[in-house]
């Protein structure tokens, strides 16, 4: 059963994919090329559909919020394609794996070339709120990723160290795409503020729900190996919670330390968080997050589109992928 | 003998000095300390200098005009940082160069912040002009260093090809750094129009002497390697003149071609490059283009910093390092 939470801002939504094609236009054709190529790999399109539904909630215009939400969706993918650049100690056996093969400097500059193109549409909008907000979420976001590596096998962190770090590296930009989308259709303080809540913990509930789903779902909808955050040292909220239990400490302590782990390892590992009771604690964190968002949306005018943003959010603490 | 070229703005400029400091702390003392020190290690804060020097043909209010300057040195640091990012191709012998060993993570993320710290700032003004031209300058930057990158090793680019890479490179923000502290305080359009383009010819012979000076340097000024360009296959406008010379093309091309260049090669291809003109070839492009950026200065209102403009346009074709 296919569920579309989008259908309401489905035609909203292609506007914003051509758009989006039309925005990272270069006069260097090959550029132009890797770019688009970047955009019609896909995504969810989550901050820009947030964007929209949050300009539903006040006098939504097309024109006015469209080039926000591409922005958002640049940005969104300029950090992804930073985040595709390793380091060179990532090499396997002497050989580069396939993302450093890819190259790291071509992923630096097409990072920063689309994140120029979200300023230049940022640029067009007089209401300074908007470039304020991007360019402190921009700030945090940074640090969030800095933050993330510095704290790589850091065992000792805890609970606060790591909702500071998903706050930073997924819920400001959410949480600022419900916000602006308002903003740019014109919504009073009391409106966009009470949507920036709500984005707030829409995006801890969706990164929590990451977290636990890099653990426990398929592969095959995962599209990667599970317990990728493991191996490579990223302590998310299910092991910070296993970590303080002195049955599995000392195991886990032992396997999450080794820089190179077997698949066997890293399921024990897994099995050890899931059986003292890890995944549960996490999942009740975020249903709270998610029970929060909602209390934040019954303050909002009672708009079509509100049962939409009542059906993410139970959505998003219950998807398997 | 010592010049400051900036004695007029020193007191302006280490104003700067403080509010860089200032402009990057975090709430991580980590990231505040990396990035204190990226600012301590110096450089020639020759955008914020232009940027003053430009506010001095309008109506000069420092406090108008230096989170302007501020930002464009951290856009400038931005891009200095995302340049030492290298592929793991570039390991030597199988170990990472000392760039690659301190993180190319860590250098894409703190580029990034830096970068985001400079959106802060700009989003300060109200002049819709200011956000709008470094945005698109910020494109273009990217671009020419994705056409760097692109064009590396490439025998057959041509003077055009250069003009349009160095452009990107190094004149517009230069450029944009003349005009827009003018913007910030005030100037009609003709005005910052004049020292936009004034800035654009100083920028393009600035690259000019600089891709001279990679060649012609001694090794203690440069503080490098001579013929590093070379080395890495970049094509600079000595080189390109050289590669149409039919009496040294082949052997240029032979050189040039190779990924793993000797001492001894390097300093034949630079001697080649010499004996057929290109240095002096390359002398009389940037000449030109200070001749241009002088005539753009008669058109300026006679202020006391007009004279050390043109001492700037003087000197930046003669330097020697």
Redesign the interface.
Known sequence: MIFDFFSEIRNELSVVEEELIKAVR???P??TETATHLIKAGGKRLRPAFCLLGGKFANFELNRIVPLAVALELIHMA?LV?DD???????RR?Q??VK??L???????????L???S??L??LY?D?LI??V???T??????G???Q??TTYDLDQNIKDYFYRINRKTALLISASCQLGAVACGAPRQLHQTLRRFGHYIGMAFQITDDILDMTAEQTKLGKPVGGDLRQGIITLPAIYALRKGSVRNRLQEIISKTDKSDQEIHEAIDLIIGCGGIDYADAISDKYIAKAKKELAGLPDVPVKKTMQIIAEFIGIRSF
Chains 1, 2 share one sequence.
Do not use: C, F, W
């Not at 190259?103 to 070339?113: A, K, P, V």
């Not at 921009?138 to 640090?143: H, I, Y």
């Open positions: 270069s006069s260097d090959l550029l950090t930073h650049v390793v380091d060179a100690s990532l090499t002497g580069p794996t450093a093969q190259g790291n400097r071509i992923s630096t500059h097409i990072g920063d070339y994140l120029g193109k300023l230049i940022i640029s007089d300074p470039p304020r991007l360019a402190e921009s700030v945090k976001m940074s640090e990723e800095i933050l590596i510095a």
